[in-house]
């Protein structure tokens, strides 16, 4: 299985600030890359995901880029909310999905 | 449709015993994932099943197994038990095996064990 590093570990932003979410991957055969966000007591739900032959993807407030070449993609969290506190988990499946160590996010009102 | 179920949702029990964690898929899904999630850190790959075999292994002692049902439910289990096995446990399904084909993996609400 893909092992990914995720960073940074604790991101702290003012409410209506960008967060940026960055993991790295070694596997050059993995295409598909998607990020969970877990709150607490809840399960990880998948909130947005990109695959290979696209270079972005966006959904309203969030936004995911992937360099291939570079083998990273980052997740981007514009106009954040409180309500965008949360850990954030990345993967890179390619036989199984495992996770980045995950960020905690938090946003200050 | 109902969402990956997972069951017990809580469970404590005894250092040395065992115990077997269950999860019913998403229907359709052929792929069951298992992670233990410690708190404070992020879902550790067990086990992958898919089409009812071992597809992928954590890293994880034997005293872990699971098996994959012709349903495609799957358990968990986990013997001799030490405090360390605390966590929640959650499993994951998906249409195909993640990865290759892209499918999404979506979660369960877990099973929190304690063992005291």
């Known amino acids: 299985g893909e092992n990914v590093e995720q960073h940074p570990s604790t991101l702290s932003v003012q409410e209506g600030d960008s967060a940026v979410i960055k993991c790295t991957y070694s596997?050059?055969?993995?295409?598909?890359f998607p990020w969970y966000k877990q709150e607490l007591g809840k399960r990880p739900q998948l909130i947005i995901d990109i695959r290979s032959n696209v270079g972005e993807k966006k959904d309203q407030r969030i936004a995911v880029t992937l360099n291939k070449t570079a083998k990273h993609f980052s997740l981007h969290i514009t106009e954040t909310q409180p309500e965008d506190s949360a850990v954030y988990f990345c993967?890179?499946?390619?036989?199984?999905?495992?996770f980045g160590a995950g960020t905690r996010l938090t946003v200050k009102p | 449709d109902a969402g990956v179920t997972q069951s017990p949702t809580h469970l404590i029990k005894t250092r040395g015993q065992h115990v077997t964690l269950r999860c019913s898929p998403i229907s359709g899904h052929k792929s069951v994932s298992w992670y233990q999630q410690v708190l404070g850190q992020g879902p550790q790959f067990i086990f992958q099943y898919y089409e009812k075999e071992e597809r992928g292994r954590g890293n994880f002692p034997d005293r872990f197994s699971a098996r994959q049902f012709p349903n495609y439910s799957s358990e968990l289990n986990v013997n001799a038990l030490l405090l360390g096995d605390s966590a929640l446990y959650l499993c994951a399904s998906s249409l195909f095996r993640t990865g290759g084909a892209g499918t999404e993996a979506f979660f369960g609400q877990g099973t929190r064990l304690t063992v005291v």
């Open positions: 596997d050059s055969a993995s295409n598909y």
């Open positions: 993967a890179a499946p390619n036989n199984d999905m495992r």
